[in-house]
C-alpha cells in the first residue's frame, strides 16, 4: 500500500494496528478499513479500525506523538519486563476431590 499512514500495514499485527492508528484522523482510518475490505480481510484487523472509527465518531480525537516509532511488541519506553520471567505453569487442577458444602 504506497499511500499508507506506516509502512508495510498489510502484514502488521493487530497490537501494531491498534498502536499506530491512535494518531489517524477518521478519513485515513476509513481508508485503512477500505484497503483491508479490498485485499487481506483479516477480520481482527477490521474489527480494530470499526472500533476506532466509532471511538472518533464519539468524539475521541487523535493522539499526538509520532507513531512510526513504534516497536512490535514491547513497550515504546523500554520496559524490561521479558516473557522469560513469566511464572511457569503449576501442577494441573486435581479432580474428584470432595466438594464442601457450609450450612448444610
Given at each position: 500500500?504506497?499511500?499508507?499512514?506506516?509502512p508495510?500495514?498489510?502484514?502488521?499485527?493487530?497490537?501494531?494496528?491498534?498502536?499506530?492508528?491512535?494518531?489517524?484522523?477518521?478519513?485515513?482510518v476509513e481508508?485503512?478499513?477500505?484497503?483491508?475490505?479490498a485485499?487481506?480481510?483479516?477480520?481482527p484487523?477490521i474489527?480494530?479500525?470499526?472500533?476506532r472509527i466509532a471511538e472518533?465518531?464519539?468524539?475521541?480525537?487523535?493522539?499526538?506523538?509520532?507513531?512510526?516509532?513504534?516497536?512490535e511488541g514491547?513497550?515504546a519506553?523500554?520496559?524490561?519486563?521479558?516473557?522469560?520471567?513469566a511464572?511457569?505453569p503449576?501442577p494441573?487442577?486435581?479432580?474428584?476431590?470432595?466438594?464442601v458444602?457450609?450450612?448444610?
Open positions: 500500500m504506497a499511500d499508507a499512514p506506516f508495510d500495514f498489510d502484514h502488521a499485527t493487530v497490537d501494531t494496528v491498534k498502536h499506530r492508528i491512535r494518531s489517524l484522523e477518521r478519513d485515513e481508508g485503512l478499513l477500505e484497503h483491508e475490505r485485499h487481506s480481510s483479516r477480520m484487523v474489527e480494530v479500525l470499526r472500533t472518533l465518531d464519539a468524539g475521541d480525537t487523535p493522539s499526538g506523538g509520532d507513531q512510526s516509532e513504534a516497536r514491547g513497550t519506553h523500554g520496559s524490561p519486563v521479558s516473557p522469560d520471567g511464572a511457569q503449576g494441573p487442577d486435581r479432580h474428584g476431590l470432595r466438594q458444602t457450609w450450612g448444610g
